[in-house]
């Protein structure tokens, strides 16, 4: 794996030292202090011209500043080296520069948002500053947003790279031009930039080296680059989805029996599911003697979607043997890499497999305010054969509640009721474990004091609870085409609470939804294959276009909010 090489580590941290001349404890005694600490004073002020080249910029803050957290979260663009010093009191910062800084050039200096209070109260928002060693300051402007598995990326680094001159920027090994934090709220927003060609990223630094790993870290790619012109010199909001973009290809790790008639399969990542149960991707042949070795089924291990199990014909203890993988693609549709999709395995002695379990069933056991049209789902350790009532569903009579029973993948079963059930009533789910078995034989392991049986309970929800969101979906670019997905998560809450899909741009509803904040998120999936496409940094490949409404929407009990509008730019 190629790292950025250490001149650029020395870049972005800038060679910045913090000096302080004394420490002072906190204040005792009184109410705790919860509030953010920000920026109330420059010097000279933000938006000075014609300033020194021997300036040594001053930020004063409204409280005192934990010295310690100022490294790592000042940042200056263009990159040049410089110290911070603190006052006696903590609450000002001076930047001395250790480099001769240039005549007629715009300097901008970034507060991020790890800077923390003294109490451990860290900024709500970046903090920008900008200065002008000419007669004018630029005034160029880019907002955006930045999410990550539904909510808003906190302290996600934002890089902005001009494309003159470079135009492959690789932020894996390429210090940015300009950068900056997103807040809280996942927003951001660069000031004072030049008219020029600009392509942005955004990532999360998991390393907090304040550098782009490409192996680990997620990272949000455009769908479009920005041009600044004497003309226009604002744009967006541009709208960052993050993921981790491996520029590894995806490949077989190892493989390892846990008995005679299963293989795990250790891949370097999740396979796309649909391609996983072919089991004629699978070929096992004895290394000594070529003889082959039946696939029977394949399914992804429901506990590690990178974990692939077959099943297969008897092996031969200690015998060893060669799997060899092909067809199966990564969930960004990259096949598996041809060279690393082979691994030899020894042939189990082991006779008796664990017995199947039952990993989850939602509703959850002693859930609430689950919706009358609720299924029920229940999740495997491994393929299991239901035998007719196998799972039974029971009202608060124990009358037993119809429905039909459909496999969702080899280990996920869903039973719909044949009716809407009550409001406010109490359910219980049974799962009656000798008519649970797998492909051995083996009957559903159970523990506790019914071991027979697997019990759990739920309540259904006041319809009267609900509420309920309207809109409409806009796309300023008229000539795009593709389905719109819409997704709805519930605040501080990773998980999608409901999703719609629309033939292209019109209006949307959510109904029964629980009262509470959410986020709305939408994306056009331009080529149409039911999943969002992240992109690539390098070699670059534009995201598809997405957006997050700006601000959370409140549902309220028996209201619906109404007039709400997702407008994706161009």
Known sequence: MNRTPVILALMLSVGMTVLACAREGPPRGGPRDRLPPYVVETEPPSGSTQ??????????FNERIEPRSIEGNLFIAPIVEFEAEANWRGNEITVRFEEPIQS???????????????????????YVYALSTGPTIEQGEVKGMAVHDGLPARSAYIWAYSLTGKPEPDPARMA????????????????????????????????????????VDP???????????????????LSFRMAVNDTSAMHVVSARTSHMRELSVFLSEAPSGD???????????????????????????????????????????????????????????EPIDSTENSTEFTGSSTENPAPPRLLEVHPGDRSRDIAQSSEIRFSFSEPVTLEEHAVVLRDSTDQEVGGDLRWLSPTVAAMRPDTLLWPSAEYEILVLADLVSN???????TTGDRPDTLAYTFSTIDPAEYGSLSGRFEDEDVEMAGPVEISLYRERNSDAVSEIRLAGPGGFRFDQVLPGRYILQAYRDANGNGRYDF?????????????????????????????VTLRLNR
Do not use: C
Not at 106 to 125: H, K, L, W
Not at 314 to 328: C, E, H, N
């Open 51 to 60: 300033v020194p080249l021997d300036v040594s910029p001053k930020l004063t």
């Open 104 to 126: 007629e050039r715009t300097y901008i200096i970034t507060v991020g948002t790890g800077i923390r209070d003294v109490g451990g109260n860290r900024m709500d928002s970046t």
């Open 176 to 215: 940015p031009d300009y950068l900056t934090q997103a807040g809280r709220d996942g927003t951001f927003t660069f000031t004072h930039l030049s008219a020029d060609r600009y392509r942005f990223f955004a990532f999360l630094d998991q390393g907090r080296d304040r550098l782009y790993d490409a192996d």
């Open 219 to 237: 990272v949000g790619v455009p769908a479009r680059d920005v041009v600044l012109s004497e003309e226009k010199m604002d744009d967006g909001p």
């Open 275 to 333: 391609l996983v149960r072919d089991v004629d991707s699978y070929v096992i042949s004895g290394v000594e003697d070529e003889e082959s070795l039946a696939v029977e089924s394949a399914y992804q291990d429901p506990a590690d979607p990178a974990t692939i199990v077959l099943i297969t014909a008897p092996q031969v203890r200690d015998k060893v043997y060669l799997l060899t993988v092909a067809g199966l693609e990564n969930t960004w549709a």
């Open 439 to 445: 492909v051995f034989g083996q009957s559903l392991q």
């Open 535 to 563: 992109g690539s940094a390098m070699p670059f490949i534009p995201a598809e276009r997405s957006m997050v409404h700006p601000d959370t929407v409140e549902i309220r009990t028996g209201w619906e909010t109404e007039d």
